[in-house]
């Protein structure tokens, strides 16, 4: 049942966007003032989709000003703001999950799905070396052991699959071998368009003024936040603010049918996460990588 709930609700949500912004929380007052969520986007996982043009070369075909919010690496002590902040603005995010987090604070997962949100995943242990300098079976293992953690969190037992199947690769370093079984699995992987740099010491102030400015330059987009950062927590209020003000509009993903849209990249693209990783790991552990150019 409450699968089904989280599923309907989506699309309850939908039907009724036209009138007034979507409840995020239940109890919470949504008036014409908050910002609330504009539409939901189905994403379709017969689609074999990786999204997100900081790592690959296709996005959501959002629409100008429209924004979808994702946050990694909880749940976390600061979540609980970051959840605050964005029930009081009847906004929805999704989130991806480390699996040893979800199975020491398994009560924010369950208050994530109450709220609406998704619940997607970000492997088990996050290992510092990314996935992809490990052999391709433990990395399966340590994302199968993440969903396998999340789910018992979130909903009381392991099933075949995820509830929300979506997956974001820590330190986005994929493997073209974990994105065929990934995608073979019914699991979409979700990059990023823009980050707030938010794993970077910062004050709140700070990092306000810098998504915004990089979100004013590409006007739309996938937002990379992390909830486990106190930063992002105490910006969040200011930043969801900023959105309304900007005539921004909060796009929510779950899991259906779709079609999904999808937008490819302009001419010219890039990663912007490969030469990171290079960086990162060193040149000997991103043979595996993707091509990272169209
Ligand atoms: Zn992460």
């Not at 018992?152 to 370093?173: I, L, S």
């Not at 990023?192 to 987009?221: H, I």
């Not at 490969?274 to 990162?280: C, L, V």
Request: with cysteine; glycine share 10%.
């Amino acid at each position: 049942m409450k699968r089904f709930l989280a599923h309907l609700l989506p699309a309850l949500c939908a039907l009724v966007l036209a009138a007034a912004p979507c409840r995020a929380a239940p109890g919470a007052a949504c008036g014409p003032d908050v910002l609330g969520v504009s539409r939901v986007i189905t994403i379709n996982a017969g689609q074999r989709l990786a999204l997100g043009l900081q790592s690959y070369p296709r996005t959501l075909d959002l629409h100008d000003h429209e924004v979808v919010l994702t946050f990694d690496d909880g749940p976390a002590a600061p979540t609980v703001r970051v959840l605050d902040a964005l029930a009081r603005e009847c906004v929805r995010a999704t989130f991806f999950l480390i699996g040893r987090n979800a199975e020491a604070l398994p009560d924010l997962v369950t208050r994530e799905i109450a709220e609406g949100h998704g619940v997607g995943h970000h492997s088990y242990s996050h290992p510092g070396g990314t996935l992809r300098s490990m052999t391709e079976a433990a990395a399966r293992a340590d994302i199968e052991r993440g969903i396998a953690a999340v789910e018992r969190a979130g909903y009381g037992a392991a099933v075949a699959g995820p509830h929300t199947p979506f997956f974001r690769f820590p330190g986005f370093a994929d493997t073209p071998a974990l994105l065929g079984w990934l995608a073979g699995r019914g699991v979409t992987v979700f990059g990023s368009d823009l980050w707030a740099s938010d794993w970077r010491q910062m004050t709140p102030e700070t990092e306000l003024a810098l998504v915004m400015s990089r979100l004013e330059r590409l006007r739309k987009g996938i937002i990379l936040f992390h909830d486990s950062k106190a930063s992002t927590a105490s910006m969040l209020p200011a930043f969801l603010r900023q959105l309304k003000a900007g005539g921004y509009r909060v796009v929510h993903v779950t899991p259906g049918a779709g079609p999904t849209p999808v937008a490819g990249a302009p001419p010219g693209w890039t990663s912007t996460t490969e030469p990171i990783i290079a960086r990162t790991l060193g040149d000997a552990t991103t043979s595996g990588a993707a091509p990272r150019r169209r």
